[in-house]
């Protein structure tokens, strides 16, 4: 059996990412997406396991200690990381695995599988970003202030990956994803 493929997806809080997946995973019964594991607490709505595993500081060091991340970070205070043996087992079942991870889990996985995809995805302005984090309506100010500085980081690094798509027009930042994943290499 032919083996999968790890496919990154980093850009910063609130561009869309999480909404982009959803439709994407939705069209794509062949795209798996890995779980990940914070020490964030769950928004409203969220749901455990399908959303986070949500952990405490604890659990999440005993996870470290044990080596059953694959890649981890901090992230606006809190802990995210991906476990790692459901997404190996995935790839070697031959799936597309899709990680969406922050900037420093993005790096850590371009050390580890180099043959990984990486997209990141840019909003159309600042302006806009803030706009989007806000009417999602889900952090405190705090929160809220953390992410759109760490978004100027992060965007300052589009240029390290693969692929760089802006999330304008929604349908349209869909098909540019749908053609990077699928559209046959000339
Ligand atoms: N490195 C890493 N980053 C993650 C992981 N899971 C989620 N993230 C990233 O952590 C950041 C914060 O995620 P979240 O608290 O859900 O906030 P949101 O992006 O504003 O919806 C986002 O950039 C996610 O892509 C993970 O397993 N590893
Ligand atoms: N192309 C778009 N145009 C306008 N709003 C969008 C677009 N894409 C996503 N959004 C909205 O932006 C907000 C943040 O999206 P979300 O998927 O939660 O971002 P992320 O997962 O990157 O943090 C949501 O309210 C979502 O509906």
Not at 16 to 34: D, F, N, Q, V, Y
Not at 55 to 72: P, Y
Request: charged fraction near 25%; charge should be negative.
């Amino acid at each position: 059996m032919q083996m999968g493929q790890l496919i990154v997806f980093t850009g910063p809080s609130g561009v869309g990412k999480g909404t982009l997946l959803r439709s994407l995973l939705a069209r794509h019964p062949e795209l798996e997406l890995s779980i990940s594991v914070t020490t964030r607490a769950p928004r409203e709505g969220e749901i455990e396991g399908r959303h986070y595993y949500f952990v405490n500081r604890e659990q999440f060091q005993g996870l470290i200690a044990t080596g059953q991340l694959l890649e981890w970070a901090e992230f606006a205070g809190n802990c995210y990381g991906t476990p790692r043996t459901p997404v190996e087992e995935m790839i070697a079942e031959g799936k597309l695995v899709v990680l969406e991870i922050e900037l420093e889990g993005a790096r850590q996985v371009r050390e580890t599988f180099p043959g990984a995809l990486q997209l990141f995805i840019l909003p159309p302005s600042p302006e806009e970003l803030e706009r989007r984090i806000r009417v999602r309506g889900q952090d405190s100010e705090e929160a809220i202030a953390r992410r759109l500085h760490r978004a100027q980081v992060e965007i300052a690094a589009a240029d390290e990956f693969d692929i760089v798509i802006v999330n304008d027009d929604f349908d349209r930042a869909l098909e540019a994803i749908e053609m990077a994943l699928f559209a046959p290499v000339s």
